[in-house]
């Protein structure tokens, strides 16, 4: 009874911390990165076929059935990782329930989870996606390993592809690890060897039908999708590569809270390496202890190689949890366990008040949350959220007035257009997706001339024109320095009119030129 009222309170407080953090300010890049993709999946239009893509469909698709559920709106939209984050959460108590500890703690450190996991951005985002969903993989292999379930197996590999079609990292370093983790259980298991590959099997045999299916009745050209998922976006993780610098005193400084509180987990992973005649339990402890460790060191990596801020501080919660379940197990020190009930406290409450009151995720800190304004105002959708945005951090009713003058215009001009715009959300404010060859445009969603993949994209991007008799070209949003990419297209430059309508909207007449 105590554990279905933890699961409760679990449930509706991980949806509603989301909720809440969600629509205090926004950072439309990133903020609004699924709202109209939804949309157009909702009209017909799909990815790598109808608009250029470098991030997962899978974030898409799930929004784009919660718009046909729910109906299209800030909430609704929201709803999407908020139900990811209780999905999380609760797998989370579970799982510390299955390492020994005890229900009011497991119960603390899921409130943890809730806390520090989705809500440092609220809105779908991919790279929390991708994360989220390859800890809930390492989460089915230890449940796999200490419950002898076979759905936990079945659930890996589908919990693989979910991270990999949401963002195609950190999912390939968790494959090898998972792999390597399997085996060693495999090895050490008498019983199930038959039973982890068959259930392996199924669930990777789900995930590839599932695939399947969508890419064969959307009509996806699976060359479009290896362009531009795999052979672009690995271009540009070459270049990340190359240039990445690590800074070893930032990265023991920024992930120190993480650091500590595993301390206790490796002493303990050190304490089991030296008993020489290991039974099965510690056998398994060992084992997830490995999977656990060896997560947390792929996820600063790839923290390292991402350029959006630390989204993986939820791992202070989750490494608690695991240090006093097994510090409690094998040296039943109530010290050690104090000490990591006050860091995990503090550093839970730090970083709540860093990056979701104070909402650092979406560049807003020290703004003046007072002047934010009702979204309502630019359009019925958007009610619930507080308009404010780094943009204009003082004048945010400037900015939506702005706006309101820029769907007003877009909403008279009966040609056929492309809109390119950080604020994704004119497509299903007018009903209309605009013929945007992109999901969103910045210098990494877009192949720049030195890349072997530009002209794959210079062609997406005519065939969009062509195909849709395109006669104008819109452009809203403050910085305008990598918006005139398109210009390229065209025998002479001198053909295109612009227009400059007010601070956010340049118009771009191309009725009189003629395409390369």
């Known amino acids: 009874m105590k554990n279905i009222i933890y699961l409760i309170i679990l449930s509706v407080f991980s949806i509603f911390i989301n909720q809440y953090v969600a629509s205090r300010g926004v950072f439309p890049i990133d903020s609004f990165l699924i709202f109209d993709a939804a949309y157009n999946i909702t ?88 994360v989220i969903f390859c800890i809930m993989a390492c989460f089915s292999v230890s449940l796999a390993i200490l419950l002898k379930k076979n759905l936990f197996w079945i659930l890996t590999p589908i919990f693989i592809t979910f991270s990999f079609f949401s963002k195609q990292i950190p999912s390939p370093y968790f494959v090898v690890l998972l792999a390597v983790i399997i085996s060693l259980y495999y090895y050490n298991t008498k019983s199930e060897k038959k039973n982890i590959l068959k259930n392996l099997f199924f669930g990777g045999f789900i995930s590839f039908v599932l695939i399947t299916s969508v890419f064969l009745i959307n009509e996806i050209p699976i060359k479009n999708f290896l362009v531009q998922y795999i052979l672009y976006p690995f271009s540009l993780g070459e270049e990340r590569i190359d240039k990445l610098n690590i800074d070893f005193k930032n990265l023991i400084m920024q992930f120190k809270y993480i650091y500590i509180t595993l301390i206790p987990l490796c002493v303990s992973t050190f304490f089991l ?32 190689l991402t350029k959006n801020q630390v989204l993986i501080f939820f791992l202070i919660p989750l490494s608690a949890a695991y240090s006093h379940a097994y510090v409690t197990k094998y040296f039943n020190k109530k010290y050690l366990v104090y000490f990591i009930l006050a860091i995990f406290i503090f550093t839970t409450a730090k970083y709540h008040v860093r990056f979701n009151e104070n909402r650092k995720f979406i560049e807003l800190v020290n703004v003046d949350f007072n002047l934010a304004e009702d979204a309502s105002q630019l359009d019925k959708r958007l009610q619930g959220l507080k308009w404010i945005t780094p943009h204009y951090p003082n004048k945010p009713l400037d900015e939506i007035n702005f706006l309101i003058d820029a769907r007003n215009i877009l909403s008279q001009d009966t040609k056929e257009k492309i809109i390119i715009t950080d604020y994704q959300f004119f497509s299903s404010s007018l009903n209309n997706e605009f013929a945007s060859p992109n999901k969103w445009y910045d210098n990494l969603s877009i192949p720049d001339k030195k890349n072997k993949y530009y002209y794959v994209h210079k062609n997406f991007f005519l065939d969009k024109i062509k195909k849709n008799k395109i006669k104008h070209i819109y452009f809203i949003g403050k910085d305008k320095s990598e918006m005139s990419f398109f210009k390229d297209f065209f025998y002479e430059n001198e053909c295109i009119v612009s227009n400059q309508f007010n601070e956010l909207l340049l118009a771009f007449d191309i009725s009189k030129c003629k395409l390369i």
């Open 43 to 130: 009209s017909g239009n799909h990815p790598f076929k109808d608009y250029w893509l470098i991030t997962g469909p899978f974030v898409d698709y799930i929004q784009s059935l919660l718009f046909l559920i729910f109906g299209i709106s800030w909430t609704s939209y929201v709803l999407h990782a908020s139900l990811l984050n209780m999905t999380l959460t609760l797998f989370s108590f579970n799982f510390f329930l299955n390492i020994g500890l005890k229900n009011f703690y497991a119960f603390i450190y899921s409130l943890g989870i809730a806390i520090l996991a989705y809500p440092s951005i609220g809105a779908p985002f991919v790279d929390h996606h991708s």
């Open 273 to 304: 390496l030296k008993i020489k005649k290991k039974n099965l339990v510690e056998k398994n402890d060992l084992i997830i202890s490995f999977l656990f460790l060896g997560a947390v060191l792929i996820l600063v990596y790839y923290q390292l």
